[in-house]
């Protein structure tokens, strides 16, 4: 007999009590491909690190990284990156309890503080594009321009993907996929403030000097 079916169940939690009664662990067993992903993203980053650091010394008569890099600025979005990193860590913590209310408000925050963010780089690139520092002009820029906005690609496919995840527990709840959609969530919200914090540092701190 079950040890839990004696016991009251809250309803929210029933899912994940049924997955550590079984003979194996199915969300663990699908994130580790999920793993596998991230370390091919992370060598497409590390490419794409290697060719600024032979770029950033290119200018051809342009604009260097001292001349358009904001430490401030960026450190600003740094603190509204791990922010919504930190509330979408919160929202974990509701998903273990079996809170639903709690996982959705969490799920909005950490998406609207993304917004924030990528409107902060909005208005950062629109400023160069229209000041004509695109990436056509050098290929420091070139480098610059890519390395940053793949990062903003890949935040908006995240927000994307959150946005769904919203829908997907208010219709859904606490069902198997949309755990398992969760917890991947969580590793690729929190890939991207680790590239963030990489960009922050070679990018825009060092870049300064």
Not at 72 to 90: K, P, Q, R
Request: glycine share 8%.
């Amino acid at each position: 007999m079950n040890s839990h079916s004696a016991e009251t169940v809250n309803p929210g939690t029933a899912v994940l009590w049924d997955y550590e009664d079984q003979g194996h662990d199915p969300i663990s067993t699908r994130t580790l491909g999920f793993w596998l992903y991230m370390l091919s993203d992370a060598m497409i980053f590390a490419a794409l690190f290697a060719a600024y650091a032979v770029y950033v010394h290119n200018p051809a008569g342009g604009p260097g990284a001292p001349d358009i890099v904001h430490p401030i600025y960026a450190m600003w979005e740094t603190i509204v990156v791990f922010s919504s990193v930190f509330v979408y860590g919160l929202g974990m913590v509701a998903l273990k309890r079996g809170n639903r209310a709690g996982l959705i408000n969490a799920l909005i925050v950490a998406f609207l503080l993304g917004l924030v963010f990528l409107g902060m780089e909005y208005k950062e690139f629109a400023s160069l594009y229209f000041a004509g520092d695109n990436m056509q002009r050098s290929g420091f820029l070139s480098a610059y321009w890519t390395i940053v906005l793949t990062h903003g690609l890949h935040m908006v496919f995240g927000l994307l993907w959150m946005f769904i995840m919203i829908l997907q527990v208010i219709r859904e709840g606490f069902t198997q996929n949309v755990v398992y959609r969760l917890l991947n969530l969580r590793l690729f919200w929190h890939f991207q403030a680790v590239i963030w914090v990489c960009v922050f540092t070679f990018v825009y701190l060092k870049g300064a000097f």
